[in-house]
T-cell receptor, first 114, second 112 residues
Framework: ETGVTQTPRHLVMGMTNKKSLKCEQH?????MYWYKQSAKKPLELMFV???????ENNSVPSRFSPECPNSSHLFLHLHTLQPEDSALYLC?????????????FGPGTRLTVT | GENVEQHPSTLSVQEGDSAVIKCTYS??????FPWYKQELGKRPQLIID?????GEKKDQRIAVTLNKTAKHFSLHITETQPEDSAVYFC???????????FGSGTKLNVKP
């Protein structure tokens, strides 16, 4: 698959589990993002990585921990989540400083916390 | 920080009619306004965008207008078709194009 890929596509985890979401972009972009999409809520920006450095942490609880080992890969490590963390988690990438500033989204991981 | 409000939350139109979705923003420094379309079960995709030095932009059946003074921008879809049914998100960004503030989305239903 080209563009932005995410694995797994669906994840069910208990509140005491530890899991990780993976995102990979095949577009040669230099910025990557994690968004949370809940029902009836706007897309909430969680983290931004630019040139592999975290440039934004939008007041996200510490139970979410991002990792960007290189410009093509982004992880979101999850531990001791709450039921209200159930949502669709979208990864995106873009080319910073280059028009049209489009965010290319992955298909998302549907997370359910039980 | 920026606050983007989007209305309506749902919109139902008859095929062939026009649809208008409106957004307001709070930060006068915002200067880039994209619109994304998210079909059911699919990822959001950019459909049109406008920068603050332009008042209107058109691409076939879709157009976006921007009123900087009033801090609002709108998406216009003419001659709607069933395949236009989706959730549409507006967003605002300033010179830091790494940060996008999204509206809450509008679910558009085009009835055949």
């Amino acid at each position: 698959e080209t563009g932005v890929t995410q694995t797994p596509r669906h994840l069910v985890m208990g509140m005491t589990n530890k899991k990780s979401l993976k995102c990979e972009q095949h577009l040669g972009h230099n910025a990557m993002y994690w968004y949370k999409q809940s029902a009836k809520k706007p897309l909430e920006l969680m983290f931004v990585y630019s040139l592999e450095e975290r440039v934004e942490n939008n007041s996200v609880p510490s139970r979410f921990s991002p990792e960007c080992p290189n410009s093509s890969h982004l992880f979101l490590h999850l531990h001791t989540l709450q039921p209200e963390d159930s949502a669709l988690y979208l990864c995106a990438s873009s080319q910073e400083g280059s028009l049209p500033y489009e965010q290319y989204f992955g298909p998302g991981t549907r997370l359910t916390v039980t | 920080g920026e606050n983007v409000e989007q209305h309506p939350s749902t919109l139902s139109v008859q095929e062939g009619d026009s649809a208008v979705i409106k957004c307001t923003y709070s930060d006068s420094a915002s200067n880039y306004f994209p619109w994304y379309k998210q079909e059911l079960g699919k990822r959001p995709q950019l459909i049109i965008d406008i920068r603050s030095n332009v008042g209107e932009k058109k691409d076939q059946r879709i157009a976006v207008t921007l009123n900087k003074t009033a801090k609002h921008f709108s998406l216009h879809i003419t001659e709607t078709q069933p395949e236009d049914s989706a959730v549409y998100f507006c967003a605002a960004s300033n010179n830091n194009f790494n940060k996008f503030y999204f509206g809450s989305g509008t679910k558009l239903n085009v009835k055949p």
